[in-house]
Protein backbone atom coordinates (compact mmCIF):
# COMPACT_ATOMS: atom_id res chain seq x y z
CA UNK A 1 0.00 0.00 0.00
CA UNK A 2 1.09 3.46 -0.39
CA UNK A 3 0.56 6.90 0.80
CA UNK A 4 -0.60 9.30 -1.15
CA UNK A 5 2.71 11.61 -0.48
CA UNK A 6 5.20 8.59 -0.56
CA UNK A 7 5.22 4.77 0.94
CA UNK A 8 3.39 3.47 4.30
CA UNK A 9 5.28 1.39 6.52
CA UNK A 10 4.57 0.08 9.98
CA UNK A 11 6.67 -0.12 12.74
CA UNK A 12 5.87 -2.15 15.85
CA UNK A 13 6.99 -1.76 19.86
CA UNK A 14 6.83 -5.23 21.88
CA UNK A 15 3.39 -4.30 23.51
CA UNK A 16 1.43 -6.01 21.12
CA UNK A 17 3.25 -7.89 18.68
CA UNK A 18 0.51 -10.03 17.49
CA UNK A 19 -1.95 -7.12 16.92
CA UNK A 20 0.77 -5.48 14.68
CA UNK A 21 1.11 -8.90 12.75
CA UNK A 22 -2.48 -8.89 11.80
CA UNK A 23 -2.73 -4.88 11.05
CA UNK A 24 0.07 -5.42 9.06
CA UNK A 25 -1.89 -8.55 7.31
CA UNK A 26 -5.16 -6.25 6.79
CA UNK A 27 -2.71 -3.55 4.89
CA UNK A 28 -0.94 -5.70 2.46
CA UNK A 29 2.78 -5.20 3.74
CA UNK A 30 5.43 -6.75 5.69
CA UNK A 31 6.54 -4.82 9.03
CA UNK A 32 8.73 -2.87 8.81
CA UNK A 33 12.44 -4.68 9.94
CA UNK A 34 13.49 -2.94 13.60
CA UNK A 35 15.02 -3.95 16.61
CA UNK A 36 13.43 -3.02 19.84
CA UNK A 37 15.65 -4.35 22.85
CA UNK A 38 17.22 -4.02 25.99
CA UNK A 39 20.69 -3.39 27.39
CA UNK A 40 21.51 -5.11 30.48
CA UNK A 41 20.69 -2.48 32.82
CA UNK A 42 17.25 -2.41 30.88
CA UNK A 43 17.93 0.83 28.75
CA UNK A 44 15.94 0.72 25.58
CA UNK A 45 17.75 0.46 22.44
CA UNK A 46 16.28 0.64 19.19
CA UNK A 47 18.06 0.25 15.61
CA UNK A 48 15.60 0.89 12.24
CA UNK A 49 16.97 -1.75 10.19
CA UNK A 50 15.46 -0.38 6.33
CA UNK A 51 15.48 2.65 4.63
CA UNK A 52 12.51 5.21 6.30
CA UNK A 53 13.53 8.50 4.41
CA UNK A 54 10.59 9.64 2.95
CA UNK A 55 8.02 6.82 4.45
CA UNK A 56 4.37 7.48 6.15
CA UNK A 57 5.79 6.04 8.96
CA UNK A 58 3.15 4.40 11.48
CA UNK A 59 4.41 3.45 15.38
CA UNK A 60 1.70 0.56 16.78
CA UNK A 61 2.30 0.85 20.56
CA UNK A 62 -0.22 0.39 23.28
CA UNK A 63 0.83 1.92 26.36
CA UNK A 64 -0.39 -0.66 28.89
CA UNK A 65 1.75 -2.94 31.27
CA UNK A 66 4.37 -2.47 31.66
CA UNK A 67 3.20 1.41 31.30
CA UNK A 68 6.40 3.29 31.71
CA UNK A 69 8.51 0.93 29.65
CA UNK A 70 5.97 0.91 26.50
CA UNK A 71 6.18 4.47 26.63
CA UNK A 72 9.60 4.36 26.40
CA UNK A 73 9.46 2.18 23.13
CA UNK A 74 6.94 4.73 21.51
CA UNK A 75 9.30 7.90 22.20
CA UNK A 76 12.73 5.69 21.19
CA UNK A 77 10.94 4.13 18.43
CA UNK A 78 9.95 7.99 17.31
CA UNK A 79 12.92 9.91 17.87
CA UNK A 80 14.95 6.78 15.77
CA UNK A 81 12.52 7.25 12.66
CA UNK A 82 12.96 11.25 13.34
CA UNK A 83 16.93 10.94 12.82
CA UNK A 84 16.03 8.58 9.98
CA UNK A 85 14.24 11.57 7.79
CA UNK A 86 10.75 9.84 7.93
CA UNK A 87 8.42 12.01 6.20
CA UNK A 88 5.54 11.59 8.69
CA UNK A 89 5.28 9.68 11.89
CA UNK A 90 1.81 8.87 13.23
CA UNK A 91 1.75 7.02 16.77
CA UNK A 92 -1.17 4.54 16.38
CA UNK A 93 -1.59 3.64 20.47
CA UNK A 94 -4.55 1.35 20.62
CA UNK A 95 -4.46 1.78 23.97
CA UNK A 96 -3.32 5.32 25.99
CA UNK A 97 -1.93 4.26 29.24
CA UNK A 98 -2.25 6.80 31.97
CA UNK A 99 -6.07 8.01 30.93
CA UNK A 100 -7.54 7.88 33.70
CA UNK A 101 -5.35 10.60 34.95
CA UNK A 102 -7.10 13.13 32.85
CA UNK A 103 -7.71 16.33 35.53
CA UNK A 104 -6.50 17.28 39.10
CA UNK A 105 -8.06 14.61 41.13
CA UNK A 106 -7.08 16.20 44.32
CA UNK A 107 -4.46 19.13 45.79
CA UNK A 108 -1.08 18.86 44.66
CA UNK A 109 -2.32 15.95 42.19
CA UNK A 110 -0.93 15.59 38.26
CA UNK A 111 -2.67 15.60 34.93
CA UNK A 112 -0.89 12.62 33.97
CA UNK A 113 -2.42 12.14 30.54
CA UNK A 114 -1.33 15.66 29.14
CA UNK A 115 2.23 15.04 30.73
CA UNK A 116 2.25 12.07 28.20
CA UNK A 117 0.77 14.10 25.23
CA UNK A 118 3.11 16.54 26.06
CA UNK A 119 6.21 13.86 26.10
CA UNK A 120 4.34 11.66 22.49
CA UNK A 121 4.33 15.64 20.92
CA UNK A 122 7.79 16.73 21.94
CA UNK A 123 9.63 13.24 20.91
CA UNK A 124 8.72 14.12 17.16
CA UNK A 125 5.25 12.36 16.69
CA UNK A 126 3.02 14.19 13.58
CA UNK A 127 -0.13 12.93 14.39
CA UNK A 128 -1.64 10.06 16.79
CA UNK A 129 -4.21 7.28 16.27
CA UNK A 130 -6.12 5.82 19.73
CA UNK A 131 -8.91 3.80 20.62
CA UNK A 132 -11.65 5.03 23.32
CA UNK A 133 -10.36 7.24 24.92
CA UNK A 134 -11.36 7.71 28.72
CA UNK A 135 -12.55 10.48 28.04
CA UNK A 136 -12.82 12.59 24.73
CA UNK A 137 -11.56 16.20 26.24
CA UNK A 138 -8.29 14.32 26.67
CA UNK A 139 -7.69 14.23 22.22
CA UNK A 140 -7.51 18.40 23.56
CA UNK A 141 -4.34 17.38 25.26
CA UNK A 142 -2.31 17.24 21.73
CA UNK A 143 -1.33 19.76 20.14
CA UNK A 144 -1.21 18.06 16.96
CA UNK A 145 -3.85 15.70 15.47
CA UNK A 146 -5.50 13.08 17.21
CA UNK A 147 -8.26 10.48 15.69
CA UNK A 148 -10.38 8.64 18.37
CA UNK A 149 -11.30 5.76 16.91
CA UNK A 150 -14.21 3.57 18.31
CA UNK A 151 -14.69 -0.32 19.10
CA UNK A 152 -18.58 0.48 18.93
CA UNK A 153 -19.42 -0.99 15.60
CA UNK A 154 -17.75 -3.64 15.96
CA UNK A 155 -19.67 -4.30 19.65
CA UNK A 156 -22.62 -3.48 17.74
CA UNK A 157 -22.05 -6.38 14.85
CA UNK A 158 -21.41 -9.06 17.65
CA UNK A 159 -24.19 -8.34 20.24
CA UNK A 160 -26.67 -8.53 17.15
CA UNK A 161 -25.24 -11.70 15.91
CA UNK A 162 -25.39 -13.26 19.72
CA UNK A 163 -28.71 -11.34 21.49
CA UNK A 164 -32.54 -11.28 20.80
CA UNK A 165 -32.54 -7.36 20.83
CA UNK A 166 -36.21 -7.54 21.84
CA UNK A 167 -34.48 -8.55 25.26
CA UNK A 168 -31.64 -6.76 25.73
CA UNK A 169 -31.07 -3.64 27.67
CA UNK A 170 -27.64 -2.13 27.65
CA UNK A 171 -26.54 -0.77 31.29
CA UNK A 172 -23.49 1.51 32.06
CA UNK A 173 -21.49 0.51 35.02
CA UNK A 174 -21.45 4.30 36.21
CA UNK A 175 -23.28 7.46 36.09
CA UNK A 176 -20.05 8.41 34.46
CA UNK A 177 -20.13 6.13 31.50
CA UNK A 178 -24.02 6.84 30.40
CA UNK A 179 -22.95 8.62 27.10
CA UNK A 180 -20.72 5.44 26.22
CA UNK A 181 -24.02 3.64 26.81
CA UNK A 182 -26.42 5.44 25.73
CA UNK A 183 -24.13 5.52 22.36
CA UNK A 184 -24.57 2.13 21.88
CA UNK A 185 -28.07 1.06 22.95
CA UNK A 186 -29.37 3.73 20.13
CA UNK A 187 -27.05 1.91 17.76
CA UNK A 188 -29.01 -1.05 18.68
CA UNK A 189 -32.51 0.24 19.17
CA UNK A 190 -32.73 -0.99 23.22
CA UNK A 191 -33.71 -0.09 26.51
CA UNK A 192 -30.99 1.62 29.07
CA UNK A 193 -30.32 1.42 33.14
CA UNK A 194 -27.20 2.80 35.05
CA UNK A 195 -25.97 0.93 37.82
CA UNK A 196 -25.57 3.72 40.50
CA UNK A 197 -21.82 3.20 42.51
CA UNK A 198 -19.85 4.63 45.39
CA UNK A 199 -16.06 4.62 45.18
CA UNK A 200 -14.72 4.29 48.61
CA UNK A 201 -11.19 3.86 47.05
CA UNK A 202 -9.23 3.02 44.27
CA UNK A 203 -9.79 -0.08 42.62
CA UNK A 204 -13.10 -0.82 44.69
CA UNK A 205 -16.56 0.23 44.18
CA UNK A 206 -19.39 -0.53 46.25
CA UNK A 207 -23.03 -0.87 43.98
CA UNK A 208 -25.69 0.88 45.35
CA UNK A 209 -28.79 1.17 43.03
CA UNK A 210 -29.96 -0.09 39.87
CA UNK A 211 -31.75 2.92 38.08
CA UNK A 212 -34.41 1.75 35.72
CA UNK A 213 -36.47 -1.75 35.35
CA UNK A 214 -34.06 -4.85 34.03
CA UNK A 215 -36.00 -7.87 35.63
CA UNK A 216 -36.62 -10.15 32.70
CA UNK A 217 -33.84 -8.82 30.04
CA UNK A 218 -30.38 -9.82 29.37
CA UNK A 219 -28.34 -7.26 30.74
CA UNK A 220 -25.40 -5.67 28.80
CA UNK A 221 -22.67 -3.89 30.59
CA UNK A 222 -20.81 -1.27 28.53
CA UNK A 223 -17.84 0.26 29.52
CA UNK A 224 -13.90 1.64 28.25
CA UNK A 225 -11.48 -0.12 30.50
CA UNK A 226 -12.18 -2.77 33.13
CA UNK A 227 -9.41 -3.28 35.52
CA UNK A 228 -9.47 -5.09 38.58
CA UNK A 229 -13.35 -6.19 37.57
CA UNK A 230 -14.76 -5.14 40.97
CA UNK A 231 -16.98 -2.97 39.39
CA UNK A 232 -18.22 -5.55 36.39
CA UNK A 233 -18.45 -8.25 39.33
CA UNK A 234 -20.37 -5.98 41.86
CA UNK A 235 -23.11 -4.43 38.76
CA UNK A 236 -23.66 -8.39 37.62
CA UNK A 237 -24.64 -9.24 40.99
CA UNK A 238 -26.74 -6.41 41.55
CA UNK A 239 -28.86 -6.68 38.00
CA UNK A 240 -29.02 -10.28 39.24
CA UNK A 241 -30.36 -9.04 42.45
CA UNK A 242 -33.03 -6.73 40.53
CA UNK A 243 -34.29 -9.52 38.35
CA UNK A 244 -31.77 -9.26 35.46
CA UNK A 245 -31.86 -13.13 33.46
CA UNK A 246 -28.09 -12.67 32.30
CA UNK A 247 -25.31 -10.41 32.17
CA UNK A 248 -22.79 -10.26 29.85
CA UNK A 249 -20.05 -6.97 29.44
CA UNK A 250 -18.27 -5.49 26.23
CA UNK A 251 -15.28 -3.42 27.45
CA UNK A 252 -12.78 -1.93 24.77
CA UNK A 253 -9.71 -2.33 26.63
CA UNK A 254 -8.96 -5.42 28.86
CA UNK A 255 -6.65 -3.82 31.21
CA UNK A 256 -7.38 -7.10 33.82
CA UNK A 257 -5.05 -6.59 36.32
CA UNK A 258 -3.71 -8.33 39.64
CA UNK A 259 -6.43 -11.63 39.98
CA UNK A 260 -8.85 -10.38 38.09
CA UNK A 261 -9.34 -12.58 35.23
CA UNK A 262 -9.82 -14.97 38.33
CA UNK A 263 -12.44 -12.52 39.50
CA UNK A 264 -14.35 -12.53 36.24
CA UNK A 265 -14.44 -16.40 36.01
CA UNK A 266 -16.01 -16.92 39.09
CA UNK A 267 -18.16 -14.13 38.89
CA UNK A 268 -22.38 -13.93 38.16
CA UNK A 269 -21.08 -12.38 34.26
CA UNK A 270 -21.91 -14.34 31.65
CA UNK A 271 -19.20 -13.12 29.49
CA UNK A 272 -16.90 -10.44 29.09
CA UNK A 273 -15.98 -9.43 25.79
CA UNK A 274 -13.07 -7.63 25.43
CA UNK A 275 -10.46 -6.48 22.02
CA UNK A 276 -6.95 -7.15 21.71
CA UNK A 277 -5.75 -3.42 22.49
CA UNK A 278 -3.81 -4.76 24.69
CA UNK A 279 -2.34 -8.43 24.59
CA UNK A 280 -3.81 -10.84 26.76
CA UNK A 281 -2.28 -12.59 29.64
CA UNK A 282 -2.50 -16.14 29.69
CA UNK A 283 -5.15 -15.80 32.31
CA UNK A 284 -7.22 -13.85 30.08
CA UNK A 285 -6.94 -16.95 27.63
CA UNK A 286 -7.84 -19.41 30.40
CA UNK A 287 -10.60 -17.64 31.81
CA UNK A 288 -13.68 -19.37 30.57
CA UNK A 289 -16.35 -16.72 30.27
CA UNK A 290 -13.75 -14.02 28.66
CA UNK A 291 -13.51 -13.48 24.45
CA UNK A 292 -11.30 -11.33 22.58
CA UNK A 293 -12.40 -9.65 19.45
CA UNK A 294 -9.82 -8.12 17.01
CA UNK A 295 -9.80 -4.37 16.15
CA UNK A 296 -6.99 -5.16 13.69
CA UNK A 297 -9.51 -4.58 10.80
CA UNK A 298 -10.52 -0.91 12.15
CA UNK A 299 -7.21 0.27 12.53
CA UNK A 300 -5.75 -1.14 9.33
CA UNK A 301 -8.51 0.60 7.41
CA UNK A 302 -8.18 3.52 9.33
CA UNK A 303 -4.45 4.03 8.53
CA UNK A 304 -4.99 3.29 5.00
CA UNK A 305 -7.34 5.87 5.13
CA UNK A 306 -4.78 8.41 6.90
CA UNK A 307 -2.20 7.92 4.60
CA UNK A 308 -4.53 8.19 1.36
CA UNK A 309 -5.72 11.50 3.29
CA UNK A 310 -9.19 10.37 3.32
CA UNK A 311 -11.60 11.03 5.68
CA UNK A 312 -11.53 8.39 9.20
CA UNK A 313 -14.76 9.81 11.02
CA UNK A 314 -16.86 8.26 8.07
CA UNK A 315 -15.74 4.76 9.47
CA UNK A 316 -18.29 5.46 11.86
CA UNK A 317 -21.10 7.40 10.14
Given at each position: MSAKN???????GNSNPVLAQDIAKGLGIELTKAVVRRFADMEIF??????VRGSDMFILQSTSYPANDNLMELLIIT???????ARRITAVVPYFGYARQDRKSGSRT?????????LISRAGVDRVMTLDLHAGQIQGFFDIPTDNLFAAPLMVRDIRDRFDLAKAMVVSPDVGG???????AKRINT???IVDKRRERPGESEVMNVIGDVAGYNCILVDDIVDSGGTLVNAAEALIAHGAKEVSAYIT??????GAAARIASSRLKELVITDSILPTDAVNKAPNIRTISIAGLIAEAIGRTAAEESVSSLFD
Amino acid sequence: MSAKNGSIKLVAGNSNPVLAQDIAKGLGIELTKAVVRRFADMEIFVEIQENVRGSDMFILQSTSYPANDNLMELLIITDALRRASARRITAVVPYFGYARQDRKSGSRTPISAKLVANLISRAGVDRVMTLDLHAGQIQGFFDIPTDNLFAAPLMVRDIRDRFDLAKAMVVSPDVGGVARARGLAKRINTPLAIVDKRRERPGESEVMNVIGDVAGYNCILVDDIVDSGGTLVNAAEALIAHGAKEVSAYITHGVLSGGAAARIASSRLKELVITDSILPTDAVNKAPNIRTISIAGLIAEAIGRTAAEESVSSLFD
